[in-house]
């Protein structure tokens, strides 16, 4: 191939060279390669030079390498170059480099093992890959299994899923996921989930089946073939396991750094538990048979742990404890059989002693007696013709024996438990088909290979055939379906190796001979091959330095066997004795084992094929006498190769998948690529065959409109036709000269190996030229655009200089005259401060002169001045001297004749008291003379009082006349005092006037400082004022920057508030929806039981098929507490139809799930109960606290209440009169009944009419009066008990003596006096109301001020604790206090508020209700006339029923509900009354009925009405609930339903935009809000359903819409799509388009609009829709590499746009939909953005905010470029995009819900239609309801 593209071989050609380490390295080409040239000049990729030579024998050119647009492709047959190099390196860049673990290689998808857990396998990607086409996603084992379900669904054909690899490679787990898968998309997780069942039993067989290997910690030792079965819906009914070929051998050895099976590690972990105490076990190290490994222990493994893990294992399959102690005791006994001693007893026997503790163990756990166990292991029966002998054997026979009857217990044991998990797994339902998933080893090799190798490798053999001959017979039909010319393709064929091993005189046929030998050994075999094949097969090799050893050459490799132990192996012989030992044994379980010992026909180490398909089972073999010891002398070798063959009928009676499983290194290190151990298991697996035979004819392949998409650009517009394929072939013609390096197929072209990257050569180096041509324009643009703009620069430059020249001519000239001025102005400024210098001298001469003058004048006229103070002071100081001198002595002559008079006095008085005192003394007893005495006394005082007095006044005379006289004398005496002292003192005057003139020059000199320091000092004060006003000037500047940053931190702390606030308004958004998301989900979970239920009763039904009348309710019969729950009376229905048919006991059906059906049905109901009870208490509590507001709201309203008391009393009374004569009127009118009707115009009818206008006549007048009188009353009342208060004693006030003078009559004063007394009554008891408010109210306050007091002190504690706080937490800490309040009193007013309404909808109901009652009580009082007998006809007056106005009513009989059920909902035809009729008139018509009904009280017909509607639209969604028209237009009429029920239920919040007339009709008797809530339920249900509708209609269209179809044309170019189109997978319905989704949604719109939906409903639709539209779009572009390109991006990016548009069409930018479709595009934006920088990454990481981190990185990992000039991205910079990610919290889901459903809502919608209005057209055959 590389000879005839030797043209390929230029210069920057990169090819692939042989390497050592690396397997292929990549060189490119330094010189151009000519024909004949031996070596090729390459440069290696790290610089260096190299000179590659070629074989001169055949002179085969290395392998070209594919261009970078082709590395990384999702098939490997979509490469340009199919070899070796290629395949690896693909591989090793889409493992390392996009952490990609999964490869198409044609039908083979390459799994390659992560040792990493990836998030790949959730729910959500299962869903993304179900119902998808195998190549339209990205490799995956999720597609290969898809691909088996859809063909076993379309073909009708079995499929089976081949998963092979070497261990370690992850066959188990890619095994596991397949299964699961189909678990998950057969629908049979709700019911038996086999494959949880399947997962439960993994623990039993990996701890029996697996053990440690040098190469993996978990090998599976054995193959295994599970059978998933199912039912003719494809849904999982059971499963059955096939194991192939046991590894029996390592029971008894291990190589080193290997264990035994990992159960015997577990049991010996748990060996201290107490119920593994008898097993006398202890560590693993103190037993033969583990410890060979020397390595007991695996790193990370805790084998107690794994035991529970077993256990509770067997537990989940039905394994009680009993059976798993039996288990387990086999197993300990085994591990005590290794440790039997055997020693020689002599050269030809040996000998057990006795006593021996391993066996008396091992005899006691298995129940058998120790002699007969012990002589039988050292001794053997030989049978002749005629005797039987017992012979001993040597101690290595009989190790060995003791080795074969341990491994032939853990068979045994192995296939007990491997029937027991297919029991678990069988099902009774018969069985459809089946999927087949075999989990089997690789082909193997090692240094020493066995026996168990070359079954191995046998087996590999026989796949590798049936694989080889799969893709051969693929690759031909398509050929032929293709009509492309077929040429026989050279493949590997592997028969003749097959034949070697199996054939006649094979490996195996003289294996088997050797066996039968009676002195066979395995160097007699060896000689015995070497003789029959060495020299007649090729195949066949004998190695040089060894004579017990043979060489195959296998398809993989050559592999060298070792011949010792082969015929041992092969034999697998058993002493019969032991056997029949072991039967003979007390142990059940053991016996169990072996008691079906003759039936064995299933291969040692294999499980018998129980409950798989019957046709593909080994038929059992007759009983025969000596059969089964017949059937147990069978080989190994022969009954493995019988296996295999059942194995391969079985796979080739199915269609097969292929999943190879690739070890990447030997260190389990996460993704991390090693080149040989890669190669090696690509040679071995196959995947390099498949490459081969794909090159070898056509590997590429291309449609015609993909071919013409990618190479458009090598074509002439001449070229193009209308006609694509011919203008291909004629492009093809001229590009390819060669007609057999391409075919034209019917839909394809089909090119050679190599032609597809000559096509893109061509087409790069058109590109290229182009590309140069561009340049070469652009730079041309460029140079003459940068001249031009040099010439202008240069231009500019000048004019510039030039003016700038000028300018400065103009400065200088400028200068030279301003320095002419300047110097006039300088000479005149130095003579005008000459002068002013000379004045201001002068006039400060002047100014000192006039100063000294006038300080000399001011000094004389001061002196003056101060001279007569002086003599005023001094005059007036001895004037003063000489007053208290005088004033002195007048005081002292004072008192001296004061103190000379009271000395007189006192000697008077003490001479009377002697007297007196001599006299009491002598005349003791004498009082009457002393009183006589006394009086005389008395008499003498007075006159001796008579007497002073004018003593006093004489004495006063002469004193006053003595001081004048003294006072005089004094005057004279101190002037002459005067006199003498003035002259003294003149000389004492001058000297102070001396003195006082010195202080005064001192006081002068001092007054100078003073004033030289103030002027210091003003100085300094005027500095510092300077300085403070700077200072005060920075402090205003400061302050107002604070205030500017107070005000600052305010705005932040109140944006702060707001975000907060916000955050805050928008988590309880969020919880709202969570709560209604779950309600929804609830009632989705509800709806899906009710479900399963009716499907269980149908099959209960049809299984029983006994009829059982009489067991269920019919209408007539339901409970009148239906209401509570009426939406579940079909599940009730149900029940009593199970309960009826619990008789019949032989119905095949499984129960179980029935009652958890019932039981998840009943803990529902109790979970609504409990809300509803929660809901009751929690309005219980809105009602007292809403009873408290009342009482508020009434004591404000006080004197308004009262006067509306008075008027309601006085009505109430004038109604029983008006209601008395009425009744009179009507007994008057019955009498005249029989005459004639009471129709208009009549007698009875006028009268009537008259006495009613009069009675409403009087009433009126008598409610005026009544109400003036009992006004003036009132106030008469109040001025009375005014002036009785103030004037107690006072008569009664004039104006009620007035009033009652004037009540002259009799009659109207008792009238009055009665009304007066009425009038106290009431006032008396409304007093005492008054008090009973107040106390009330006082207790209310007192209540109030309590909780005011508290909510103080906690406000103070809140206070304390804030004050604590630093001052952000302290703010933060106050706006949520805040929030929180003020969410309080919200919730608080919002409740208080529902309370108020709801009681004054209550209230209005009674009263309507009591106003009903009496209308009913009266007319069935004016129905029967007391006087009518029983037989005469009844003929009552029409009174009430009179002819009136349509009132909106439709009235209907009891016997035609179902007729209106029936033709108003189960036949109606939703196309013909959204066409022809008025929106939701089914409703309408539905509320009409349901309005009378309530009218007419008839609460059994409303009850019946509203189950009957619910039930029956169930039912028609049940049966057509896929059609999106008609689950529209239910959900549009149920919400009309709801809305009228909302509209006329009488609740205010209701009534606001209702008419007057719209407020008449509201219902009057019952209330329906619990069924509101039930309807709502079901809106919410119809809505869902709908979801579902839109969503199935819509899933198939948006992948190849949104993303497939290219709307811009030529944007994005097509890439080679692999071998195939997956044409196997079923073929494409159709192409959609943007336009088809357009479409789509102008359908969905105008069919909501045209049925009349809510707008509101509308928008929350589309919402959705957008949502879905979104998140499928964005899944399948995480999981297609396909589509993550540039060109991809702006594709999305122009369909969302066209979204838009549409959304702008049609108002709805609104709804939240565009925001559904952010993280689509911010992916189309990812795709676009650069992708190299830290900068990039930062934009990247702001900018896709919506996506989360593994979204982000999975679509950098997928990027791909699709033409040469774009650039992959690199690992660095996704590391670099992940480092800045790490910190983001979000879950770690990789793709978007597509079965997220908003919570939906229902905003109350009132219609502006009137009832009265609506007409019922006759199409709807409704004729039988009446107009009412």
């Known amino acids: 191939m590389n000879q005839e593209l030797d043209f390929m071989f230029v210069k920057y050609a990169r090819v692939w060279i042989p390497d050592v380490e690396e397997v292929w390295r990549s060189a490119e080409l330094t010189k151009d390669y000519r024909q004949g040239d031996g070596v090729l000049q390459l440069q290696l990729e790290d610089g260096k030079e190299l000179e590659y030579k070629l074989d001169p024998k055949t002179n085969n050119l290395p392998h070209l390498r594919n261009p970078d647009i082709l590395v990384g492709e999702n098939d490997l047959t979509a490469l340009s170059y199919l070899h070796e190099p290629a395949v690896l390196h693909n591989l090793k860049v889409r493992f390392t480099d996009s952490k990609l673990i999964y490869t198409y290689c044609g039908i083979v998808l390459v799994a390659i093992n992560p040792y990493e857990t990836l998030p790949i396998y959730g729910s959500d990607i299962i869903n993304a890959y179900s119902g998808q086409n195998m190549g339209d996603m990205d490799p995956h084992i999720f597609a290969v299994a898809e691909e088996a379900y859809k063909q076993m669904a379309r073909d009708e054909r079995n499929q089976s899923i081949i998963v092979s690899g070497e261990s370690g490679a992850g066959k188990t787990v890619s095994a596991k996921y397949a299964m699961r898968y189909f678990a998950t998309v057969s629908g049979s997780a709700s019911e038996a989930n086999v494959e949880e069942k399947v997962l439960a039993s993994n623990p039993i067989m990996e701890s029996i089946g697996n053990a440690k290997t040098t190469r993996n910690d978990n090998s599976s030792r054995f193959g295994k073939y599970i059978e998933i079965g199912f039912d003719k819906r494809y849904h999982i009914i059971g499963a059955n396991m096939r194991t192939y070929l046991l590894e029996k051998s390592r029971v008894v050895f291990q190589a080193d750094e290997e264990r035994n099976y990992h159960i015997f590690y577990q049991l010996c972990a748990s060996a201290q538990l107490p119920e593994f105490k008898a097993l006398k076990l202890g560590k693993a190290d103190n037993f033969h048979y583990t410890k060979q490994g020397r390595n007991p222990v695996i790193d990370g493994i805790d084998d107690a742990k794994e035991m529970s893990t077993t256990r509770n294992a067997f537990a989940l399959l039905g394994v009680n404890e009993s059976y798993q102690m039996g288990l387990f005791q086999i197993l300990a006994s085994i591990l005590h059989l290794g440790n039997v001693e055997v020693k020689d007893r002599d050269s030809d026997s040996s000998i057990i002693p006795p006593n021996n503790g391993h066996l008396s163990v091992f005899c006691e756990l298995m129940g058998v007696t120790y002699q007969d166990m012990s002589h039988w292991l050292c001794h053997k029966k030989l049978k002749t013709a005629t005797e039987t002998y017992i012979k001993p054997v040597p101690k290595l026979q009989a190790i060995n024996a003791r080795d074969a009857l341990a491994k032939h217990i853990y068979a045994k044991l192995f296939n007990w438990i491997v029937d027991h998990v297919n029991k678990s797994l069988h099902s009774t339902v018969k ?770 209440l009262e006067y509306e008391s008075l008027k309601r009393q006085e009505l109430e009374s004038e109604n029983k009169k008006l209601k008395h004569h009425l009744n009179e009127m009507r007994q008057s009118l019955r009498g005249s009944a029989e005459a004639g009707s009471a129709a208009p115009g009549s007698p009875p009818y006028t009268v009537l009419l008259d006495q009613l206008n009069s009675s409403n006549e009087e009433l009126e007048v008598r409610k005026e009066e009544v109400l003036i009188l009992r006004s003036q009353l009132v106030s008469q009342k109040e001025a009375m008990q005014h002036k009785v208060r103030h004037k107690a004693t006072m008569t009664e006030p004039l104006p009620y003596i007035e009033d009652v003078q004037k009540l002259t009559d009799a009659k109207e004063i008792s009238q009055a006096y009665m009304g007066l007394k009425d009038t106290n009554r009431l006032l008396e008891s409304q007093l005492q109301a008054q008090r009973r408010s107040h106390d009330n109210e006082v207790e209310v306050l007192r209540g109030e001020l309590q909780s005011v007091k508290e909510d103080n002190n906690r406000q103070q504690q809140l206070l304390a604790q804030n004050l604590q706080l630093p001052p952000e937490a302290r703010i933060e800490a106050s706006l949520q206090h805040e929030i929180t309040r003020l969410t309080n009193e919200n919730l608080d007013l919002m409740e208080q508020l529902e309370k108020q309404d709801k009681t004054v909808r209550k209230l209005k109901k009674q009263l309507k209700v009591f106003a009903k009652k009496i209308n009913d009580l009266e007319g069935g009082q004016m129905d029967v006339s007391p006087g009518q007998t029983t037989d005469e006809p009844v003929h009552p007056v029409n009174i009430p029923r009179r002819e009136k106005d349509f009132q909106g009513m439709l009235e209907y009989k009891k016997e035609d509900e179902l007729k209106l059920v029936k033709n108003l909902i189960l036949e109606l035809k939703p196309r013909g009354v959204a066409v022809n009729l008025i929106p939701g008139l089914p409703a309408y018509i539905l509320f009409m009925c349901l309005r009378h009904a309530d009218y007419v009280n008839d609460d059994q017909k409303v009850r019946s009405l509203l189950t009957s509607v619910i039930n029956s639209i169930k039912k028609i969604l049940k049966k057509r609930g896929d059609d999106f028209e008609t689950v529209s237009f239910w959900l549009s009429n149920t919400c009309r339903f709801l809305h009228c029920l909302k509209q006329y239920s009488g609740d205010e919040q209701f009534m606001k935009h209702n008419s007057p007339k719209q407020n008449d009709h509201c219902l009057s008797n019952f209330d329906l809000a619990e069924y509101r809530q039930v309807l709502s339920d079901l809106a919410i249900q119809i809505y869902q359903q709908l979801i579902k509708s839109m969503e199935s209609i819509l899933q198939p269209m948006i992948v190849s819409g949104m993303l497939e179809h290219e709307t811009i044309q030529g944007v994005s170019g097509v890439k080679p799509t692999g071998l195939r189109k997956r044409t196997s997978s079923i073929a494409d319905e159709g192409t959609y388009t943007l336009d088809s989704i357009i479409r789509q949604l102008n359908s969905f719109h105008s069919i909501m609009c045209q049925h009349g939906t809510d707008p509101e409903l509308i928008k929350q639709v589309v919402k959705q829709q957008f949502y879905i539209i979104g998140a499928v779009t964005l899944n399948n572009l995480l999981l297609r590499k396909d589509m993550c390109s540039w060109s991809k991006g702006m594709q999305i990016r122009y369909n969302v746009s066209q979204l838009e548009e549409w959304l702008r069409d049609k108002n709805l930018m609104t709804c939240g939909a565009k925001e559904t479709l952010e993280p689509l595009i911010q992916a189309a934006q990812l795709l676009q953005v650069k992708k190299k920088t830290d900068e990039d990454a930062e934009a990247i990481c702001s900018m896709c905010n919506a996506l989360s981190t593994a979204q982000i990185v999975k679509v950098l990992n997928l990027y791909t470029p699709v033409n040469a000039f774009e650039e992959r991205v690199s690992v660095l910079f996704i590391r670099t995009i992940q480092t800045r990610l790490r910190d983001r919290k979000e879950s770690p889901q990789l793709l978007m819900d597509t079965k997220v459903i908003y919570p939906v809502t229902f905003p109350f919608n009132p219609s502006s239609l009137a009832l009265e209005t609506i007409q019922i057209p006759g199409s709807l055959n409704l004729a039988f309801l009446t107009r009412v």
Not at 833 to 851: D, E, F, N, S, V
């Open 431 to 1200: 069985q459809h088909s089946f999927i087949g998933v075999l989990d089997i080893y690789g082909f193997e090799t090692f240094e020493i290979n066995s026996f168990e190798q070359f079954c191995i490798n046998y087996a590999n053999e026989k796949l590798q055939q049936q694989f080889n001959m799969h893709v051969f017979k693929l690759e031909q039909e398509e050929y032929m379906k293709e009509q492309i010319p077929w040429t026989l393709i050279d493949f590997y064929d592997n028969q003749p190796c097959i034949n070697l091993i199996e054939a006649k005189m094979g490996v195996l046929d003289l294996l088997d001979e050797e066996c039968k030998m009676p002195k066979g050994s395995d160097d007699s075999w060896a000689q015995k091959l070497y003789n029959t094949h060495l020299k007649t097969c090729a195949l066949f090799e004998k190695p040089r330095m060894s004579n017990k050893a043979f060489i195959i050459q296998h398809f993989a490799d050559k592999v060298e066997y070792q011949c010792d132990g082969f015929l041992e192996k092969n034999k697998d012989t058993v002493n019969e004795e032991q056997i029949h030992v072991l039967k003979a044994s007390k142990f059940d379980l053991l016996v169990e084992l072996f008691h079906d010992e003759e039936k064995a026909t299933s291969p040692t180490g294999a499980a018998p094929t129980t409950g798989g398909r019957t046709r593909l089972s080994v038929k059992p073999v007759k009983s025969k006498t000596g059969q089964a010891s017949k059937e147990h002398k069978k080989t190994v070798g022969l009954q493995f190769r019988n296996s295999l063959h059942l194995l391969m009928e079985t796979l080739n009676a199915t269609t097969p998948h292929y999943v190879r499983c690739i070890k990447p290194n030997d260190y389990k290190f996460a993704f991390t690529f090693d080149p040989k151990r890669a190669v090696q298991q690509l040679r071995a697996c196959g995947v390099l065959e498949t490459i081969r035979i794909s090159a070898a004819g056509f590997p590429s392949r291309w449609t015609y409109q993909e071919f013409f998409s990618r190479y458009r650009v090598l074509m002439i517009q001449k070229d193009v036709l209308t006609d694509r394929k011919m203008t291909c072939k004629n492009v093809l013609e001229k590009l390819v000269q060669d007609p057999d390096k391409y075919q034209f197929g019917k839909t394809k072209i089909f090119f050679r190996a190599g032609q597809v990257a000559y096509l893109e050569k061509l087409r790069a180096d058109k590109l290229r030229a182009a590309c140069i041509r561009i340049q070469k324009t652009i730079r041309c643009w460029l140079a003459r655009k940068k001249y031009l703009r040099m010439k202008h620069a240069a231009t500019t430059i000048q004019r510039y200089v030039r003016g700038h020249q000028a300018r400065c001519l103009a400065k200088f000239l400028r200068r030279t005259r301003a320095a002419i001025i300047i110097q006039k102005y300088q000479r005149m400024y130095v003579q005008k401060t000459c002068y002013k210098r000379k004045q201001a001298a002068a006039l400060a001469m002047q100014c000192i002169l006039r100063a000294y003058m006038a300080r000399q004048l001011y000094k004389a006229l001061l002196r003056e001045h101060k001279a007569i103070i002086i003599q005023k002071m001094v005059r007036g100081w001895l004037a003063r001297q000489w007053f208290k001198r005088s004033l002195r002595a007048i005081v002292y002559l004072q008192c001296c004749i004061r103190r000379m008079r009271a000395k007189w006095e006192l000697k008077k008085l003490k001479i009377e008291a002697r007297s007196v005192e001599h006299f009491k003394k002598l005349n003791i007893g004498m009082e009457n003379k002393i009183m006589q005495l006394q009086r005389r006394i008395d008499e003498q005082n007075k006159d001796n009082r008579s007497l002073s007095e004018r003593l006093n006044g004489l004495e006063i005379s002469h004193a006053a006349e003595s001081e004048r006289m003294r006072v005089e004398v004094h005057r004279l005496r101190g002037a002459e005092e005067d006199a003498k002292n003035n002259a003294n003192k003149v000389a004492t005057l001058l000297e102070e006037l001396e003195r006082l003139r010195k202080d005064l020059k001192n006081t002068q000199k001092e007054k100078k400082a003073i004033e030289d320091w103030a002027k210091t000092y003003q100085d300094e004060m005027e500095q510092m004022i300077s300085e403070l006003k700077e200072q005060n000037h920075l402090l205003k500047n400061e302050k107002n920057d604070l205030n500017r940053l107070i005000q600052e931190q305010g705005q932040q702390w109140t944006e702060k508030m707001q975000r907060a606030l916000k955050e805050e308004t928008q988590q309880l958004e969020n919880d709202l929806n969570e709560e209604r998301s779950r309600y929804q989900n609830l009632l989705t979970e509800h709806l899906r039981l009710e479900e399963k239920y009716d499907d269980l009763k149908e099959e209960i039904t049809l299984a029983v098929n006994v009829p059982k009348p009489g067991h269920r309710r019919t209408d007539s019969t339901h409970s009148s507490n239906e209401s509570e729950c009426t939406y579940n009376s079909e599940f009730a229905e149900s029940e009593e139809g199970s309960r009826g048919g619990e008789d019949v006991s032989k119905a095949i059906l499984d129960m179980s799930l029935f009652l958890k059906l019932q039981k998840r049905v009943s803990e529902l109901e109790q979970e609504k109960q409990s809300l509803q009870n929660e809901l009751d208490r929690r309005e219980e509590q809105f009602q007292r606290a809403r009873a408290r507001d009342d009482e508020e709201h009434k004591k404000a309203r006080g004197a308004e």
